[in-house]
């Protein structure tokens, strides 16, 4: 309903105060807290700039024009908003009333089934009321709070647009976290997503009250309330920027389980929005400087080779596949094809190294294991396989390639016992969607294992791409690593992450569901974790540290080790089948 009230705001404290002893006294105060409180100074700015009995479009408009406020990242916002249907916003708190009057005039321009949940401060203003659902988040008890859950969901279930700030109150410095930030978030939002099948869309406010203000709500939290209006008229050429991601669906909230769940990675989004926090990987040296790939090997030249090596070096037949492990001075035209096709497959990941193909000097120390398919007569995959104990001599790990990306200590596990350095592995992209390409490269794995069951430890990077946004590198890192124990990156990772979510990753477990649900939220094509992640997260890795390969375009990669005869039962019997009992029971590996 439109607010037809014409009658000018009475901006006072004596008109705001009941009637009533109490009244009576802050009547007789008010002219003085008028003053204090900043009521005075906005009540002439009111009054002598033509603001009384505009509209709520009008007025709020050309409230943030004299208070000097710019706002950016409006554009943003409405791009992620439907035109239509149900929807609702959740926006952090950083001044206590200026940002619901901005969020009220972007979204109502754009669409007029908007309502904001508010403070009941805003009423000073009659102009704007119609943007408005009030509540008094000082006394939770209140008859008006009942009122504004039933028009919230009644509002909803109409199918309009629906702004929250789930805080309530103005954001604080929080003396547990050492940081400026929102009080505890109210589960009202999620609740009714949850109830009515609703889309949220997250967005940061960017910026805060002054250093006084902040000084003085830590001396008495309802010094904050009485400082908000003289706040408000700080914001002289004061920019204010709201960003945010992806709109979470309704699905994906199910899939997070518990409506606390679901709150605290609302929350989580809104504050990885912060722009002070975005940044940008660095930019690739020589950009666009790809050189031509070598040509196609010759698959009769594959055959060939493939038919010379020795019956156990042929792992197993599946359907028209078959998979094969290989040295290049047996094969050198599959390994040839190998460095063509891992060119071509890490140039789509923004990993190629702009070669005519992928190849360096530990091709020709390094066992391939890969699988050919026979119809096609072709490469789909492989691993670039390292055996420890074959490539070390005196303690001398530096023909090791991630000996080149980390510092490792005779305590970590390669130097430790027998392992396989697991890299440079690739399913070409006709074979991604596929379900055989990365099963039979493990079930390769599994066999050649079995052959040589002293291999107990397999370990290696999973590739981080720089097509990932840097937020998500972050948190997969702090999230993942758990065991740093014995190693150290040569060039470390550096993420950014906001306060409040390193905050939350550090003092709640956040298992990999959520993980994953945090990156397709942040990345604008909604791309999950890495498979390669899961696949060993499910076979119970440790993941030790995150560092850059300065060999692989800069590409981060994130260490870990599988402690293979521990996997998970159902999982060994996949890749090892019949030999699973006779490799987990060895015992010497010596």
């Not at 596990?413 to 350095?421: A, G, H």
């Not at 740093?484 to 905050?503: I, M, N, S, T, Y």
């Not at 791309?527 to 300065?550: N, Q, R, V």
Request: aromatic content about 10%; proline content about 5%.
């Amino acid at each position: 309903m439109t607010n037809t009230d014409k009658t000018p705001s009475d901006l006072r404290i004596a008109s705001m105060a009941p009637n009533s002893f109490a009244g009576s006294v802050l009547k007789l105060f008010a002219p003085l807290l008028d003053k204090l409180l900043g009521i005075r100074r906005l009540r002439s700015i009111y009054e002598s700039s033509d603001l009384p009995g505009l509209d709520k479009q009008a007025f709020s408009e050309k409230l943030l024009k004299l208070l000097g406020v710019q706002v950016l990242g409006g554009e943003d916002i409405i791009a992620k908003i439907p035109k239509t249907g149900r929807c609702i916003v959740v926006c952090n708190h950083p001044y206590g009333m200026i940002e619901g009057v901005i969020i009220a005039h972007l979204l109502t321009a754009f669409r007029a089934d908007t309502k904001i949940m508010a403070n009941v401060g805003l009423q000073i203003f009659k102009e704007i009321k119609d943007y408005f659902i009030f509540a008094n988040p000082l006394v939770p008890k209140a008859p008006i709070n009942t009122s504004a859950i039933k028009q919230c969901f009644s509002h909803i279930n109409q199918d309009g647009l629906l702004v929250i700030f789930p805080a309530g109150r103005v954001s604080f410095f929080n003396s547990d976290k050492k940081i400026i930030t929102d009080g505890d978030w109210n589960r009202l939002a999620v609740k009714i997503a949850n109830k009515t099948n609703t889309p949220i869309l997250p967005v940061f406010i960017s910026g805060t009250n002054s250093a006084l203000f902040h000084r003085m709500g830590r001396i008495y939290y309802r010094f904050r309330l009485l400082m908000l209006i003289r706040e408000m008229l700080k914001l002289q050429q004061h920019r204010i920027t709201l960003t945010t991601k992806n709109l979470i669906e309704p699905k994906q909230l199910k899939e997070l389980g518990s409506i606390e769940k679901i709150n605290d990675f609302i929350r989580l989004q809104c504050y990885l929005n912060d722009e002070d926090y975005l940044s940008q990987w660095p930019e690739d040296d020589e950009q666009g400087s790809f050189k031509d790939v070598i040509p196609q090997a010759d698959s009769e030249l594959i055959k060939a080779e493939l038919s010379r090596l020795p019956a156990k070096q042929h792992l197993l037949d599946f359907k028209s596949y078959s998979v094969y492990y290989g040295y290049q001075h047996q094969i050198p035209t599959c390994v040839q094809e190998i460095t063509r096709l891992r060119e071509i497959t890490f140039r789509t990941l923004n990993e190629g190294s702009g070669e005519s193909c992928d190849t360096d000097k530990f091709d020709a120390t390094y066992m391939h294991l890969f699988v050919f398919e026979n119809n096609n007569e072709e490469i789909i995959g492989a691993y670039r396989v390292g055996q420890t104990d074959l490539l070390q001599k005196d303690g001398d790990i530096s023909q090791l390639y991630l000996s080149q990306m980390f510092d490792f200590q005779p305590e970590f596990i390669n130097q430790q016992q027998p392992c396989l350095e697991m890299g440079r592995s690739f399913i070409i992209e006709a074979y991604q969607n596929s379900l055989y390409g990365l099963l039979l490269l493990w079930k390769g794995i599994g066999a050649f294992v079995c052959q040589n069951p002293r291999y107990r430890t397999l370990y290696g990077t999973v590739s981080l791409s720089k097509l990932y946004d840097p937020r998500s590198v972050a948190l997969i890192n702090d999230i993942m690593v758990t065991d740093a124990h014995g190693v150290q990156p040569k060039a470390a990772f550096v993420g950014k992450l906001h306060p409040e979510v390193k905050d939350f990753v550090n003092n709640d477990s956040v298992g990999i569901s959520q993980l994953s649900s945090l990156v397709k939220a942040i990345e604008e094509d909604g791309k999950d974790i890495p498979i390669l992640l899961k696949k060993y997260h499910k076979l119970g890795a440790k993941f030790h540290c995150t560092g850059i390969d300065l060999n692989f375009n800069q590409t981060p990669g994130l260490l870990l080790s599988v402690d293979f005869p521990r996997s998970p039962d159902k999982l060994l019997k996949i890749y090892l089948g019949d030999g699973k009992d006779e490799y987990v029971q060895y015992s010497d590996v010596d």
